[in-house]
């Protein structure tokens, strides 16, 4: 136990902490800081001013709306009053076919928008035939393309499936082909310059140069598939956490709408942190030049 | 690699013969280099100084092959690297340029980034690779930093990481722009000395820009120096102070009167260059 706990070695020589105490030291050095005070802070200032207007005051409309104490009780509660909790297998079912809808859909995005932008920023030949379709296709609201894939895609699943692809392959696609065009020109001079042949370029300078900028894509194109997986749902879904929403309401059952609407939130941070994660693992030399910086 | 292996063996003569350059974006023509021709011996230190903007980057770029000449020929050692036929010469392992503001891939440690070279050219398998930049690295002095990244080294370390990556591959000529510029004089005397050793154990031709007189007359056989835009050869100035060097030589006389010496030519270019920016102003 004590070698876990410490970061000292046998010898006595101080050494870096690694794994848990790593964890372990960080945790420490930032509960020292006024930072998560702060934080805790406000979601108590926010949770108490939504629980006045809804609850405590009861203000007009807002009357309409549970507050946060019945929230809490049904969703926690075994046996709740309007359907939802997490004592039900109900609840776990839309998350689990949400969850699994955008891994589909952000993973065929990522497979095809992260090579074909890269190819775009590397050749003028492919980007020549390909930008100007996709810059007049992007700015079409997700919402507008509902029609078109109801007609084209048989069931729920497939329209649903492809509002979400699109709308996460055109971020993925840009960032990753803006991705290239910002990597410096002298590092392809100085890959030319020590023998690199076309191949060894991509590999070397397009993939890892682009790197920064596919993840920065990638983080805000998984809240874009959410976003628009959540549309799919409300306007043609089945099951999932944006029908639940408009199911609910529809049946005037308010308190499993807004359940829904919280567990989207955390499940949107905790994707998008994943993702964060992933890159930061891929690109740790950007990690620690980021930090040499002071960031 | 056995020592002294192109030392004096007069290998990576560069022959630059009435080179002009010129830009034409947005059909404005600016002609950088103007029928320049100069003559650089194998394993000579030929040093090149002259007025900003004057077009020294872009004669060491069309040396490397990373745009055409519009007219006149280099070649390296007899063979053609660009000419009226072939105006973009190829780029190649045998002419290693250092970037004025340094490109190391910053995704590489420096032992991936000395690495490379060899690899990609299949000279060495990637173990063999690994093994020899390591050990030029530790050479270099920078044994201790072979699994950093560059944006964790200081920039005199990348620097010197740098030229052991253009070494690693037995270039003919080094080609380095204002590879020094912005560093405090203490981190320039180091690389200094680490650069005239390399030199002493390679002979390696160098091929090198700068702005720092001192630096200039302390390092070369020859000092170059080039007119305002468009470049020419104005002058060259032989330094005979016999090699090796060390700091005390900077204090002798014979170095002062060569400073002297760069110093008025390059003074006179200074401000004609001076004087042509007021005109275009006007
Ligand atoms: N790609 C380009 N297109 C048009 N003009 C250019 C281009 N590159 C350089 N020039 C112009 O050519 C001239 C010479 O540029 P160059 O970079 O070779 O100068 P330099 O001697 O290296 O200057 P410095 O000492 O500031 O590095 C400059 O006036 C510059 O504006
Ligand atoms: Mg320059």
Redesign the interface.
């Known amino acids: 136990m004590s070698a876990n706990s410490s970061t000292t070695n046998q010898n006595g020589k101080m050494v870096a902490p690694q794994g848990f105490n790593l964890f372990v030291y960080k945790t420490k050095k930032y509960l020292g800081q006024l930072d998560p005070y702060l934080t805790l802070m406000g979601i108590g200032l926010w949770l108490f001013a939504y629980w006045v207007l809804c609850e405590g005051l009861q203000i007009w409309r807002f009357d309409k709306l549970p507050g946060p104490v019945a929230i809490s009780k049904d969703w926690f509660a075994v046996d709740p009053f309007q359907g939802i909790s997490i004592f039900t297998q109900e609840y776990y079912d839309h998350i689990i076919v949400s969850c699994r809808r955008i891994l589909i859909a952000f993973g065929i995005a990522t497979a095809f928008g992260v090579p074909l932008g890269l190819f775009m920023g590397w050749s003028r030949t492919i980007r020549d035939y390909i930008f100007p379709i996709i810059e007049v296709l992007r700015p079409i609201p997700i919402l507008a393309w509902v029609p078109l894939s109801i007609l084209l895609l048989p069931g729920f699943e497939g329209p649903v499936l492809f509002l979400a692809t699109l709308a996460s392959f055109f971020v993925t696609t840009l960032n990753a082909m803006l991705g290239v065009d910002s990597i410096d020109e002298e590092y392809f001079r100085a890959a030319g310059c020590l023998g690199s042949s076309r191949w060894d370029v991509f590999k070397n300078v397009v993939v890892p140069g682009a790197l920064p900028f596919i993840f920065t894509g990638l983080q805000i194109s998984i809240g874009v598939a959410w976003f628009s997986l959540v549309a799919a749902e409300m306007v043609s879904g089945d099951l999932g956490l944006g029908y639940l929403i408009v199911d609910a309401y529809m049946n005037n059952v308010t308190v499993p709408m807004v359940i829904a609407m919280i567990t989207l939130g955390f499940i949107g941070y905790f994707s998008s942190a994943l993702v964060r994660m992933l890159g930061n693992k891929l690109m740790a030399w950007h990690v620690k030049e980021l930090s040499q910086q002071g960031r | 690699m056995t020592k002294e292996k192109n030392r004096n063996s007069g290998l990576g003569a560069l022959s630059i013969k009435n080179v002009t350059k010129v830009y034409d974006p947005e059909g404005v023509n600016v002609m950088a280099v103007d029928n320049c021709s100069m003559e650089i011996a194998g394993s000579e230190v030929c040093m090149i100084v002259g007025p900003s903007g004057c077009g020294k980057t872009t004669l060491l770029n069309a040396i490397?092959?990373?745009h055409s000449v519009t007219e006149g020929s280099i070649h390296l050692d007899g063979e053609l690297l660009c000419g009226p036929s072939k105006p973009l010469a190829d780029?190649?392992?045998d002419?290693?340029?250092v970037?004025q503001?340094g490109?190391?891939?910053?995704?590489?440690?420096l032992q991936e980034n000395v690495a490379?070279?060899p690899i990609?050219?299949k000279v060495l398998g990637s173990r063999e690779a690994m093994d020899k930049a390591g050990t030029m690295l530790a050479e270099a002095g920078l044994g201790d930093f072979l699994t950093k990244?560059p944006?964790?080294v200081s920039s005199g370390m990348a620097r010197r990481a740098e030229i052991v990556?253009a070494l690693i591959?037995d270039p003919k000529v080094l080609l380095l722009d204002e590879p020094y510029r912005a560093m405090d004089a203490l981190t320039k005397q180091i690389m200094h000395e680490s650069l005239l050793e390399t030199y002493d154990r390679t002979g390696v031709t160098i091929f090198f820009i700068t702005h720092d007189l001192e630096e200039a007359i302390f390092l070369g056989d020859k000092v170059h120096i080039v007119t305002t835009r468009p470049c020419q050869l104005k002058k060259t100035v032989e330094v005979k102070i016999p090699r090796p060097r060390s700091y005390e030589t900077q204090s002798s006389e014979a170095f002062r009167k060569l400073l002297e010496e760069v110093s008025d030519a390059v003074h006179e270019e200074a401000v004609k260059a001076f004087q042509a920016g007021e005109r275009e102003m006007a």
Not at chain 2, 103 to 109: C, G, Y
Request: charged share 15%; glycine share 14%.
């Open positions: 490397a092959g990373f780029q190649g392992a002419r290693m340029v970037f503001h490109a190391l891939f910053p995704w590489k440690t490379y070279g990609v050219q990244y944006g964790e990556r591959n």
